[in-house]
């Protein structure tokens, strides 16, 4: 069965730096999303990516953070001059399509620690 | 503001039992319910989902009860077996929207 992959599983990276995290959604899908679960909190939507444009993005999602799909396949979240408080697991998604009979299919996550 | 609610963050359930997680949300917008699986090191897995225009919905092992009058959903796994043991995330959409998430219920089967 297809699957969303991410990469890397881990990312260590020191405060104020820059830091990209990659993912590979299910190729046929349209609709592409980041997720951030802190440790002990909940899954907290980032953003909802469409037709090569943020579709809608939360409030977490600041001028800190942006999206990409550089190519036909990646789809990529870069979160410029890290924060302590930015460490967290980051979930990317996908969706056949943005309807609400269409569940989104999640990869493994990246762990990211922001030292 | 907890959209999504799970009250129980844990729920220990006798193998071959049922276990009945439950789930309460707060929006009226919301139509499209789902419950996702989690293990350790792995993403969310979509499990089975409900839309609003029902009140059950049945896969296997799994079942989704949606009360909208209650605003309430819950998700009955029976018999339990060893593998279902696993963080359960009710989660919660509207109409092309985000999917809003509860904190999770960590389920533990038992021998």
């Known amino acids: 069965e297809p699957e969303v992959t991410q990469t890397p599983s881990h990312q260590v990276t020191q405060m104020g730096q820059e830091v990209i995290l990659r993912c590979v959604p299910i190729?046929?899908?349209?609709?592409f999303y980041w997720y951030r679960q802190i440790l002990g909190q909940k899954v907290e939507f980032l953003v909802s990516?469409?037709?090569?444009?943020?579709?809608?993005k939360s409030e977490i999602f600041d001028d800190q953070f942006s999206v990409e799909r550089p190519d036909g396949s990646n789809f990529t979240l870069k979160i410029r001059s890290t924060k302590l408080e930015d460490s967290a697991m980051y979930f990317c998604?996908?969706?056949?399509?943005?309807?609400?009979?269409?569940?989104?299919?999640f990869g493994d996550g990246t762990r990211l620690s922001i030292l | 503001d907890q959209q999504v609610k799970q009250n129980s963050p844990s729920l220990s359930v006798q193998e071959g039992r049922i276990s009945i997680l439950n789930c309460d949300y707060t929006?009226?917008?919301?139509?499209?319910f789902l419950w996702y699986k989690k293990y350790p090191a792995e993403g969310p897995t979509f499990l089975i989902s409900?839309?609003?225009?029902?009140d059950k919905n049945e896969d296997g092992r799994f079942t989704v009860f949606l009360n909208k009058s209650a605003k309430h959903l819950s998700l009955h796994i029976v018999p339990s077996q060893p593998g279902d043991s696993a963080v359960y995330f009710c989660?919660?959409?509207?109409?092309?929207?985000?999917?809003?998430f509860g904190k999770g219920t960590r389920l533990h089967i038992l021998p």
């Open positions: 998604a996908s969706s056949p399509q943005g309807l609400s009979n269409q569940p989104q299919h």
């Open positions: 190729s046929n899908h349209l609709y």
């Open positions: 990516f469409y037709n090569n444009e943020i579709s809608e």
């Open positions: 929006n009226s917008m919301f139509d499209y």
């Open positions: 409900i839309s609003s225009i029902k």
């Open positions: 989660a919660a959409s509207a109409l092309n929207d985000k999917i809003i």
